[in-house]
């Protein structure tokens, strides 16, 4: 059957993975799930026909079944499977609204068209995509865009927020990758991609921040208490707000891990006594640390490793995240709350965490909080008490060579501001960076979809300082990739016209010298380079 993927930066260098994924998914998750996209984009070549606009339930479940397949999100092949066949009965249910058109339109879903899924299906995957290397290299990046799109966009609907026109586009975007497009029309689309990229962070933004809350300057203790605890990772809030009504007044405390850490910075959380901090680090250390903390985890997306035996009986999984053996938390009803009593329950049967370290994190800084020091910021930068801004926002990873970002944050002039969003920042937030003026060196903006802050803060420091160019500010890109949903954030930025970015600790492997070299010589994207070269290269606004 075989499997081709190399949708995530471990992917296998030159070849994708082949027998096994790197993230630990075998060809069978990895075929299910290039099934389930092909099965998408046939809703959206359906959709694409209709005369009638799409209703709000079918670019709702394009979001889901898209959010399935981003690396690290779902293992499961049942519920894999569950999610094709619901996909296949809504394409159905909208090829029965197609008007009849004359026989060379019709063709396309008559005779034996019409039953043949499952055979196509054992053949999909990237090769599917074109025949030629550089179209197939700019579908693979729109596709990936389009996942980590899918993603902020579920999170946004699960707060009640829609945006009709993100619907409508992956109706365009995941129909074109089954069309005979030309390299500039595929371009094109990609940077539409990033500029429905912003839409979508920006609608995210405002589904948290209305309902929880703007994000505000807060201390998290990484230490832990005496009671027992529930774990929550991955990245749904509405998850965690639900948990955390349950488990008040239970004696059970509600800690965050990796990019749930920033809920703690949400003023409608602060309320609760038992949410007391953050446990361990990022996501790819949770196979050691999910054994010392001893009570339940719930993963609610992405990102899971392969689980281990020590905690298979305490760990959950819920919305679109999933994995072979572990018990699902089912969906809310309308209007109401996801039940989490099994996980109460054996927390209370459970050990205290074991502490893995005593300190604290101090974040909170999204674009309302730091446009709230504004004076402070631009006056730091005007006295030349802070010479130059660092991005340093995205993913972390298992390899030993993203040690790069943890070593650049040390090493840079103390006269610079670090800006994270994302768990990139687990490489450098614990170091003891110190301050600038009392503005903390290091101003975290919060999880991977608050890199749209990090954009915010950028476009009103160009108004502030009266630039005619983004990129004519004092701030450098130093960007950490993982996944699709930096994918995502990195179109977004390009839409915008961000140049000059470093992108590591590879560039992705889905992107061909051709395709790559159009992307350096437009938008002057770079590969990392030596910490002490780039620095200099950063400093110097190169």
Not at 250 to 264: F, I, K, Q
Not at 444 to 469: H, M, P, R, T, W
């Amino acid at each position: 059957m075989g499997m081709s993927c190399n949708q995530c930066q471990e992917s296998i260098y030159a070849t994708g993975c082949r027998a096994r994924g790197v993230c630990g998914k075998d060809e069978l998750t990895a075929k299910l799930q290039d099934v389930l996209v092909y099965a998408t984009e046939g809703v959206a070549l359906v959709a694409e026909q209709l005369s009638e606009t799409v209703a709000r339930r079918v670019g709702q479940l394009i979001s889901e079944s898209l959010f399935v397949t981003v690396t690290n999100t779902n293992f499961d092949e049942d519920a894999i499977v569950v999610q094709i066949l619901k996909t296949l009965a809504l394409r159905d249910e909208l090829k029965s609204k197609l008007v009849v058109k004359p026989a060379h339109d019709a063709a396309e879903w008559s005779g034996s068209k019409k039953e043949d899924f499952l055979f196509k299906a054992l053949s999909v995957g990237l090769e599917s995509l074109a025949e030629n290397e550089d179209l197939r290299s700019l579908k693979s990046l729109i596709l990936y865009g389009l996942k980590g799109l899918a993603a902020y966009t579920d999170h946004a609907a699960v707060l009640g927020y829609h945006d009709d026109a993100i619907y409508a586009f992956y109706i365009k975007g995941l129909a074109a990758l089954t069309k005979d497009l030309s390299g500039d029309e595929l371009t094109a689309l990609t940077l539409e991609t990033g500029s429905v990229a912003v839409k979508a962070m920006a609608l995210l933004d405002k589904a948290n921040t209305e309902t929880y809350g703007h994000p505000e300057i807060t201390i998290v203790k990484t230490g832990v208490g005496t009671n027992p605890g529930i774990l929550i990772s991955g990245h749904d809030l509405r998850d965690l707000e639900d948990l955390l009504k349950q488990t008040e007044g239970s004696g059970v405390d509600v800690y965050t891990h990796c990019e749930m850490l920033p809920a703690h910075y949400y003023p409608a959380f602060k309320k609760y006594a038992h949410f007391v901090g953050n446990y361990g680090g990022s996501w790819w250390s949770q196979d050691k640390e999910f054994d010392s903390f001893n009570g339940p985890i719930l993963m609610t997306t992405n990102c899971i490793v392969p689980v281990r035996e020590a905690y298979r009986h305490r760990m959950f999984t819920t919305g679109m995240a999933g994995y072979p053996g572990l018990k699902h938390i089912s969906a809310r009803s309308e209007g109401g709350q996801k039940d989490f009593s099994s996980l109460i329950e054996l927390a209370k049967a459970c050990q205290p965490p074991k502490e893995l370290e005593n300190g604290q994190i101090v974040g909170g800084f999204a674009h309302n909080q730091v446009l709230a020091l504004a004076d402070k910021v631009v006056e730091a930068v005007k006295s030349g008490a802070v010479k130059r801004f660092i991005v340093m926002a995205g993913c972390d990873g298992r390899h030993a060579s993203r040690r790069y970002y943890t070593d650049v944050a040390a090493a840079l002039p103390k006269d610079t501001i670090i800006l994270t969003a994302g768990c990139a920042k687990y490489r450098y937030n614990k170091l003891a960076l110190g301050d600038i003026g009392g503005i903390p060196r290091v101003l975290d903006a919060g999880q991977c979809n608050d890199s749209y802050s990090l954009a915010v803060i950028a476009l009103k420091l160009k108004e502030v300082f009266a630039l005619e160019d983004i990129n004519d500010l004092p701030i450098s890109y130093d960007i950490a990739w993982y996944e699709q949903k930096a994918v995502t954030v990195l179109l977004a930025l390009l839409s915008l016209g961000v140049k000059g970015i470093r992108l590591g600790p590879t560039l992705p492997e889905f992107l061909t010298p051709n395709v790559a070299a159009v992307l350096v010589d437009a938008f002057g994207i770079k590969p990392i380079g030596a910490v002490n070269a780039d620095i200099d290269a950063m400093m110097a606004g190169v």
